[in-house]
């Protein structure tokens, strides 16, 4: 019986390999993905019991599959056509929003031809070099948010302002003042922090509009538009569920 169950978790497996085509927008190439499996998706779906620290936990999750699932070096720039592919490959292309069926079809193809502005150079007191992250670099410090949010747990307004700081650290490469350069992959995230911390607000909010230049661009996307009422699909673990 041991053996027949060994062979038929074998067969199982077998399934996983049926893969879909999707687009990497950082290589300008196709890439291909696994579907989701139920255990990711219960993975996915665990983070909602963890309140603040489930947002970050759901979104290290989620990178994670899309690591594992195409075995390639991702952007962060190549997440969302990839996510909306994966969810229509796996679970379904229709997503319920207000209790209306958005098709996902034209949502995917958009997303497919975003363009993003991959790097910028900030000029100032300071000068920075920011960069939309890898997932594994966005991963180093959605880790250390995790860890330190836990720590903060019955804090949520410290909580909240500590999120936007590591959205920002994110960003940014290296930093430059005077002739010494620091490149942010060779410290640790907490160091990171405090320098992001430390930089005057005027920069901060020039870090800011480049990430939100970006994340506009994901947003639009994200509009659907039924009968002259728009919606907006949200990534977040009811995308998962419905």
Request: negative net charge.
């Amino acid at each position: 019986m041991e053996t027949n169950v060994k062979d038929f978790l074998k067969n199982i497996e077998e399934l996983n390999k049926n893969k879909f085509e999707t687009v990497r927008i950082s290589g300008g190439d196709k890439i291909s993905c696994s579907l989701l499996s139920f255990k990711q998706q219960k993975e996915l779906l665990s983070s909602a019991v963890d309140g603040i620290v489930g947002v970050i936990k759901f979104q290290k999750i989620l990178n994670d599959i899309l690591l594992e699932n195409t075995e390639s070096n991702l952007s962060v720039s190549d997440k969302l056509p990839i996510i909306l592919k994966l969810r229509s490959e796996s679970i379904g292309n229709t997503v319920k929003v207000n209790d209306t069926d958005i098709n996902l079809n034209k949502i995917i193809k958009k997303a497919e031809s975003m363009k993003f502005t991959m790097e910028e150079t900030i000029t100032d007191s300071v000068e920075l070099s920011l960069k939309i992250p890898s997932l594994q670099e966005e991963n180093q410090v959605l880790k250390f948010a995790i860890e330190q949010l836990k720590k903060n747990s019955d804090n949520n307004s410290k909580n909240l302002g500590n999120i936007y700081t590591y959205e920002i650290v994110k960003y940014v490469d290296t930093v430059k003042l005077g002739d010494t350069v620091v490149k942010f992959s060779d410290i640790s995230v907490g160091d990171r922090i405090k320098i992001i911390e430390n930089l005057p607000l005027s920069i901060n909010k020039k870090i800011v509009k480049f990430i939100e230049k970006n994340k506009k661009i994901e947003n639009d996307v994200l509009k659907a538009e039924i009968n002259g009422e728009e919606f907006i699909v949200d990534i977040d673990i009811s995308f998962f569920d419905n």
